[in-house]
């Protein structure tokens, strides 16, 4: 069977965790979404995309326990698409008990599994036991306790609009502080806290590492060119091999303290060797503007 062009996100998880933020987001981005399709329609739906809209390459279907019938075939299912050659990718959401619990008390909004008999507590462990097996077979899991609703369309515009209609890999490269916390969607973490900091020079502490005197100080020191030489090499023999087990997107993050300075400099010095090897790539600096 051909592999098709169609890069197919299942979007699921457990109520009140953020998915229908998550379906408008992939909407804004360029996605044709449809929110709780019935899953033993879906290689229908495919079918039809294919006759109809030969051109659709990105499709975001969210799938939740309100379909809970689906549950007991969905592998059989997944596995019949991603026969057919789909590339096909399950992005579970989830959240701490407690904060689901807080948001359906804040929106009022009936639990899809509460009965008059039974609890908002009760009816989130429920969700959660029967939807653990489909977690488990998850491409990607994320954890929305600590997003709020900004947070979260910024981190599927981030990953997902960099999601190319070509079968190689696209590569996120990302700075960050550590201060601010680790970014949730990072397949790769390097910390460069190792390297001196210019923050610590009073001349470079107000500029960020997007500006050549700080640039040119973090690389004028050996430790910094030869981490880097070794690096990009690291990470460029291992993209094949992303690319051979059909992953579509990498996020590489490159973090130091507060995100301002060093991150920054090695993170734009090693998107252009990825870029310079004929990967698509992209940039980002999460923290470089906050204070601290």
């Given at each position: 069977?051909?592999?098709?062009?169609?890069?197919?996100?299942?979007?699921?998880?457990?109520?009140?965790?953020?998915?229908?933020?998550?379906?408008?987001?992939?909407?804004?981005?360029?996605?044709?979404?449809?929110?709780?399709l019935?899953?033993?329609?879906?290689?229908h739906?495919?079918?039809?995309?294919?006759q109809?809209k030969?051109?659709l390459?990105?499709?975001?279907?969210g799938?939740?326990?309100?379909g809970?019938?689906?549950l007991?075939d969905?592998?059989?299912?997944?596995h019949?698409?991603?026969?057919?050659g789909?590339?096909?990718?399950?992005?579970?959401?989830e959240?701490?008990?407690?904060?689901?619990?807080?948001?359906?008390?804040?929106?009022?909004?009936?639990?899809?599994m509460?009965?008059?008999?039974?609890?908002?507590l009760?009816?989130i462990?429920?969700?959660?036991?029967?939807?653990?097996?489909?977690?488990?077979r998850s491409?990607?899991?994320?954890?929305?306790?600590?997003?709020?609703?900004?947070?979260?369309?910024?981190?599927?515009?981030?990953?997902?609009?960099m999601?190319?209609?070509r079968?190689?890999?696209?590569v996120?490269?990302?700075s960050?502080?550590?201060?601010?916390?680790?970014?949730?969607?990072?397949?790769?973490v390097m910390d460069?806290?190792?390297?001196?900091n210019?923050?610590?020079?009073?001349?470079?502490k107000?500029?960020?590492g997007?500006?050549?005197?700080?640039?040119?100080?973090?690389l004028?020191?050996?430790q910094?060119?030869?981490?880097?030489?070794?690096?990009?090499?690291?990470?460029?023999?291992l993209?094949?091999?992303?690319?051979?087990?059909?992953?579509?997107?990498?996020?590489?993050?490159?973090?130091?303290?507060?995100?301002?300075?060093?991150?920054?400099?090695?993170?734009?010095r090693?998107?252009?060797?990825?870029?310079?090897?004929?990967?698509?790539?992209?940039?980002?600096h999460r923290?470089?503007?906050?204070?601290?």
């Amino acid at each position: 069977m051909p592999k098709r062009d169609t890069h197919l996100v299942i979007v699921t998880g457990l109520s009140g965790s953020g998915k229908s933020t998550a379906i408008k987001a992939f909407e804004d981005i360029g996605y044709f979404c449809i929110d709780n399709l019935p899953v033993p329609l879906l290689p229908h739906f495919l079918q039809l995309c294919e006759q109809d809209k030969p051109d659709l390459k990105k499709v975001a279907l969210g799938i939740d326990i309100r379909g809970r019938s689906f549950l007991h075939d969905c592998d059989r299912l997944f596995h019949h698409v991603e026969s057919a050659g789909y590339a096909l990718e399950i992005l579970f959401f989830e959240a701490a008990t407690e904060v689901l619990q807080r948001r359906f008390s804040q929106t009022r909004r009936l639990h899809p599994m509460s009965t008059q008999e039974s609890s908002l507590l009760t009816a989130i462990q429920e969700e959660r036991e029967e939807l653990a097996s489909l977690r488990a077979r998850s491409t990607r899991i994320v954890d929305t306790s600590e997003f709020s609703v900004h947070q979260l369309k910024a981190l599927i515009t981030r990953t997902y609009s960099m999601v190319s209609d070509r079968e190689r890999i696209s590569v996120q490269v990302l700075s960050f502080g550590f201060k601010y916390g680790l970014p949730f969607e990072a397949d790769l973490v390097m910390d460069v806290r190792f390297l001196p900091n210019p923050f610590f020079v009073d001349a470079l502490k107000p500029l960020s590492g997007c500006e050549a005197p700080v640039r040119d100080w973090v690389l004028s020191h050996p430790q910094a060119a030869q981490f880097l030489d070794d690096y990009a090499a690291l990470l460029l023999k291992l993209l094949p091999q992303y690319v051979q087990e059909g992953k579509r997107y990498l996020t590489v993050a490159v973090g130091c303290t507060g995100g301002k300075h060093r991150s920054v400099v090695i993170a734009e010095r090693l998107a252009d060797r990825v870029r310079a090897a004929g990967y698509y790539t992209v940039l980002f600096h999460r923290d470089v503007h906050l204070d601290g």
